[in-house]
């Protein structure tokens, strides 16, 4: 048999998936550049290394279920006039996932909430944190759900296991009794070990409104706002400030 063939077949038995692929490169650079017999090993095992953290990354990010990518690095700081550029660093440094915090981004529609919210989970990806993302409607829909739907179960578990949950929309729809006491017992349960970011339109006088009921309302923000830091950002949509338009002309006016 090619012994590069050979070569290769051992390599994916010892899942050495990246020298497997790369072997011919591999032998090629190290002839080329007549690098030593110990620099060899090392580009082959750095070179797994860094295969196997991009593969458990994706994964990581795959598992999270964003519903689209967003980026810190995308985050203009200029047009967001309410969180300064200290907090920006200490939002981004994450250490606030080991302390367990929990994040409170509240503001009117368009402002960046959900952007800083999937933008921090990105990064937690990127450091090695399990991340889940969930509407707070899909979350109801699983909680109720979980008994006796497998992939809502699926989906909790995933949810109790992570270290940063990410609740996009809180307060948009109104929630039940039964809901607001599912809610309650999950963020009851996540306090010890999740940090929760979530993201509304509601100030914290208005929970009792959709949650229906002044007991729940205040007990699930005790929990949530124990360890909790809450961001309120204000000023206009970053989506009608920065209306694309299609047509080249400047696009439909309201003029007939
Ligand atoms: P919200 O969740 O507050 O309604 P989003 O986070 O969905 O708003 O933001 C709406 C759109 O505007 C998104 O495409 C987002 O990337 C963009 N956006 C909002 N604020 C900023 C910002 N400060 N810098 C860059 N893009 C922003
Ligand atoms: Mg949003």
């Known amino acids: 048999?090619?012994?590069?063939?050979?070569?290769?077949e051992q390599a994916a038995m010892l899942s050495l998936?990246?020298?497997?692929?790369?072997?011919?490169?591999?032998?090629?650079q190290a002839e080329q550049e007549e690098i030593s017999y110990t620099s060899f090993i090392e580009n082959i095992f750095s070179g797994e290394i860094k295969h196997r953290h991009d593969k458990a990354l994706v994964k990581r990010i795959k598992e999270a279920?964003?519903?689209?990518?967003?980026?810190l690095k995308d985050f203009d700081l200029t047009f967001c006039k309410s969180i300064s550029t200290k907090q920006f660093?200490?939002?981004s440094?994450?250490?606030w996932i080991d302390g367990i915090y929990n994040l409170i981004f509240s503001g009117p529609p368009g402002v960046g909430k959900t952007h800083l919210a999937i933008g921090l989970g990105y990064k937690a990806c990127e450091e090695g944190y399990k991340v889940s993302y969930t509407t707070m409607q899909s979350l109801v829909q699983c909680l109720r759900t979980e008994e006796i739907d497998r992939r809502s179960r699926a989906k909790m578990n995933?949810?109790?296991k992570s270290n940063l949950l990410l609740i996009d929309e809180v307060g948009y729809l109104p929630v039940n009794q039964t809901e607001g006491n599912l809610f309650f017992q999950l963020i009851s349960e996540l306090q010890e070990q999740t940090s929760i970011i979530?993201?509304?339109?509601?100030g914290f006088e208005e929970w009792t409104e959709f949650l229906g009921d002044p007991a729940l309302a205040t007990a699930i923000l005790d929990r949530l706002s124990y360890r909790c830091d809450r961001i309120k950002i204000?000023?206009?949509?970053?989506?009608?400030?920065?209306?694309?338009?299609?047509l080249s002309e400047g696009g439909i006016t309201d003029e007939v």
């Open 1 to 8: 048999m090619d012994r590069l063939k050979e070569l290769r």
């Open 17 to 28: 998936y990246n020298t497997r692929d790369k072997l011919e490169e591999l032998i090629h």
């Open 65 to 71: 279920g964003f519903p689209y990518p967003k980026y």
């Open 89 to 91: 660093r200490q939002l």
């Open 93 to 95: 440094e994450l250490t």
């Open 158 to 160: 995933r949810i109790r």
């Open 198 to 202: 979530i993201t509304t339109n509601k």
């Open 234 to 246: 204000s000023g206009k949509s970053y989506r009608l400030e920065n209306r694309k338009s299609f």
